[in-house]
């Protein structure tokens, strides 16, 4: 039975097009986040254990193999260290004007820049981005809307 319905998810998954709810009913998911909860590695310290909490609680535990925990821990230090970043860059008034300052000023943007980038990466590899799920295409209330009255995206020229 259960080689049946794993035959079944693959032929599903390899059609082309919209699947339609039945089809999608058959398929057994396990991608699903599950309540238990993901304790965070002992090294990270309490502010990175914090937001490794906050993400599995987002999008639990299952989202998340055993493969990807060194991600999600680097997320994690990355995320803290820009907002440490962050703060030290919100006490400058505006861009500092002498050497000593301009010189922390430069090298705090440099390093911002650098976690802005390393977050980006990971999240997008961690699938926890907007960008790598394809939100565009969830249900919405225009969406259904649009749909009902039968203007298609592709056709949307006026003739």
Request: positive net charge; charged residues 25%.
């Amino acid at each position: 039975m259960v080689a049946v319905a794993g035959a079944k998810a693959s032929e599903t998954m390899r059609q082309h097009g919209r699947k339609t709810p039945a089809a999608l009913a058959a398929i057994e998911s396990d991608e699903r986040p599950s309540s238990a909860t993901l304790p965070p590695p002992p090294y990270l310290n309490a502010r990175e254990a914090k937001e490794w909490r906050c993400i599995v609680a987002r999008f639990g535990s299952s989202a998340f193999p055993y493969e990807t925990r060194g991600l999600l821990a680097s997320w994690c230090g990355a995320a803290v260290g820009l907002a440490d970043v962050n703060a030290q860059l919100s006490q400058f008034a505006g861009v500092p004007r002498d050497r000593g300052n301009w010189r922390k000023f430069c090298d705090l943007h440099r390093v911002r820049g650098q976690l802005t980038g390393q977050l980006l990466s990971l999240g997008t590899k961690l699938r926890i981005l907007p960008q790598s799920r394809d939100v565009r295409r969830l249900r919405t209330t225009e969406y259904e809307r649009r749909f009902d009255g039968g203007e298609r995206p592709w056709n949307d020229f006026k003739q």
